[in-house]
């Protein structure tokens, strides 16, 4: 079945950047997510990208996804802690949203 | 737009007795709906799906008598929580799509302790 792997966790300074990395094994894998859940608290969607891409910015959030290597990453910048929580990737083979499969979520933890 | 609230947000309970969650789509119509569960620094693990008028269709390992799943409305799905026990306590989280299922919008979820 499908897999989605996030390394545990990521600690950084107020104001450096983020990068949260995601590798996934479905190669049928069409639409790829990023959530963020804070403590207590449901799932936002943050961002998502169609596999045609390569990119997508999004005012201080970008998302890197190369497709050959089935890697995905999340870049904050000017990271704050308000930044700090946990974040999901998930993908879906296709554009139906009803096929997510997640990873295992990475914590950041942003120190002032 | 697409917001998903869910009652209770925080129940605690005694071990035998049946536990209701509420899910509801306030401004979209939810054609589907997903409950999910989470446990203590783990990922979410999907339970069920329901559409609308139809039975629930349950990932395997998760039994359909204990968690019972009614989507009886466009808005509104309710998942229960047969004779709960404490190893049922967890984290319970929904989400709905609508009809064009572009996407799932999560409700802020539901923390349940069984005693």
């Known amino acids: 079945g499908e897999d989605v792997e996030q390394s545990l966790f990521l600690s950084v300074r107020e104001g450096d950047s983020s990068v949260i990395n995601c590798t996934y094994t479905d190669s049928s894998s069409t639409y790829l997510y990023w959530y963020k859940q804070e403590p207590g608290a449901g799932l936002q969607l943050l961002t998502y990208i169609f596999s045609n891409m390569d990119m997508k910015q999004d005012q201080r959030l970008t998302v890197l996804l190369n497709k050959k290597d089935k890697h995905l990453s999340l870049r904050i910048a000017d990271t704050q802690t308000g930044d700090s929580a946990i974040y999901f990737c998930?993908?879906?083979?296709?554009?139906?949203?009803?096929?997510?499969?997640f990873g295992g979520g990475t914590r950041l933890m942003v120190k002032p | 737009g697409a917001v998903v609230s869910q009652h209770p947000s925080w129940v605690i309970c005694k071990s035998g007795t049946s536990v209701k969650i509420e899910c509801r789509s306030l401004?979209?119509?939810?054609?589907?709906m997903f409950w999910y569960r989470q446990f203590p620094k783990q990922s979410l693990m999907l339970m069920a799906t329901s559409n609308e008028g139809s039975k629930a269709t349950y990932e395997q390992g998760v039994e359909k008598d204990k968690f019972l799943i009614n989507h009886a409305s466009l808005t509104l799905s309710t998942l229960t929580v047969t004779s709960a026990h404490p190893e049922d306590s967890s984290f319970y989280i929904c989400?709905?799509?609508?009809?064009?299922?572009?996407?799932?919008?999560f409700g802020p979820g539901t923390r349940l302790l069984v005693l």
């Open positions: 998930a993908e879906s083979p296709n554009n139906a949203g009803n096929m997510l499969t």
């Open positions: 989400s709905a799509s609508n009809y064009r299922g572009e996407t799932q919008y």
């Open positions: 401004d979209f119509q939810a054609t589907t």
